[in-house]
């Protein structure tokens, strides 16, 4: 019986001593394309390399950057389905945030929202570790440009 035999479960270490499910995320990410920020005094970019796995795939309505809300953006390497989930979660967040204060989230509370998420899904059951490594742009609310980076199951770096 290989190491297989513990795939399944998020809690279980192989006979190696991995959590294989992470070990899965990991090589999602590390297989993913380039992503890059830049965090300058006025303001933060945030690109990816863009290369299609075929000809076959529409390039418009590929996105790898995302806008959260008119102050922040994503942009991911990794998987992309696992990408898409947390820019859903993460416009639902801000969108709340929203209804209550009247003002956009900012974007350390947005990290740590989405920081949370991540992590909830590297030890829950039923679900598995987001297979995607986040680079997390925008103003805070002290006007500042902020660049955080973070890994499928980590808190991102503050």
Do not use: H
């Amino acid at each position: 019986m290989g190491d297989s035999a513990y795939s399944f479960s998020l809690t279980t270490f192989s006979r190696t001593g991995k959590l294989l499910q992470i070990e899965y995320a990991l090589n999602a990410v590390a297989n993913g394309r380039t992503s890059l920020g830049i965090c300058a005094k006025d303001g933060v970019v945030i690109a990816t390399d863009k290369k299609l796995a075929s000809s076959l795939v529409d390039i418009e309505q590929v996105n790898k950057v995302e806008a959260v809300t008119k102050s922040s953006g994503f942009v991911y390497s990794g998987v992309g389905p696992d990408y898409r989930v947390l820019v859903k979660k993460a416009r639902k967040s801000s969108q709340a945030y929203y209804r209550t204060y009247r003002e956009d989230q900012p974007v350390s509370q947005l990290v740590k929202q989405t920081a949370g998420v991540m992590q909830e899904y590297t030890q829950s059951g039923g679900v598995r570790p987001f297979g995607v490594s986040l680079l997390v742009a925008g103003m805070d609310s002290d006007g500042e440009p902020r660049l955080y980076q973070g890994k499928f199951c980590t808190v991102l770096n503050l």
